[in-house]
């Protein structure tokens, strides 16, 4: 149990679908963050908010939307996705940006059909 | 350029073996992180670091500075040591830079 729970752990979306993914951490972090892990390739950072508020967006399409209601929870709200967005989704939370272990979620497969 | 490269890419040990697994990064960061992710995707981290020398039961992880290099060491490996170990270096504040990760497989 990290704490850092995500849904859904699976994710099946058309390219004209919406779905929103959750991430709900129960740490008393002040910093939640939005990874995506492609096949093969490195983890990449997507959005970094702090006390609610976005503080890096790593150049990610417009397609993507983050949202953070509060320091408990994140979404990221998916509208036209391509196949290439195929892929997992991984939550993290620290105490704050750049303090302290980073706590992560156990991911929500995306397939993008 | 930040960056962070890992070695081996793929790595297999019987049972026992002791493993290394090296990662290089370039100036300016913060602190190194290794991390585990198991098959399915969960990832743990395992240690953070920005000097010296940080040991969990069979786990090591060293950072040398001037080199600009971290290793993880696992004793006495075990199959459950199975894993993606992933190496990341916090640069400036926030942002974390992933290696690619080293697939590790022990075998009975």
């Known amino acids: 149990e990290t704490g850092v729970t995500q849904t859904p752990r699976h994710l099946v979306m058309g390219m004209t679908n919406k779905k929103s993914l959750k991430c709900e951490q129960h740490l008393g972090h002040n910093a939640m963050y939005w990874y995506k892990q492609s096949a093969k390739k490195p983890l990449e950072l997507m959005f970094v908010?702090?006390?609610?508020?976005?503080?890096e967006n790593n150049s990610v399409p417009s397609r993507f939307s983050p949202e953070c209601p509060n320091s408990s929870h994140l979404f990221l709200h998916l509208h036209t996705l391509q196949p290439e967005d195929s892929a997992l989704y991984l939550c993290?939370?620290?105490?704050?940006?750049?303090?302290?272990?980073?706590?992560f979620g156990p991911g929500t497969r995306l397939t993008v059909t | 350029k930040n960056e962070v490269e890992q070695s081996p890419q793929n790595l297999t040990a019987q049972e026992g073996e002791f493993i290394t697994i090296n990662c290089s990064y370039s100036v300016g960061i913060s602190a190194l992180h290794w991390l585990q992710q198991h098959p399915g995707g969960g990832i743990v981290s395992l240690f953070m670091?920005?000097?010296g020398k940080k040991k969990h039961g069979r786990l090591i992880a060293t950072i040398n500075i001037q080199e600009k290099h971290s290793s993880l060491h696992i004793t006495a490996s075990h199959p459950r040591d199975s894993a993606v170990y992933i190496c990341a270096a916090l640069y400036n504040t926030d942002k974390l830079i992933f290696g690619t990760g080293t697939r590790l497989q022990v075998f009975p």
């Open positions: 908010y702090s006390l609610e508020e976005r503080v």
């Open positions: 670091l920005s000097s």
């Open positions: 993290a939370s620290s105490l704050r940006t750049g303090v302290g272990e980073q706590y």
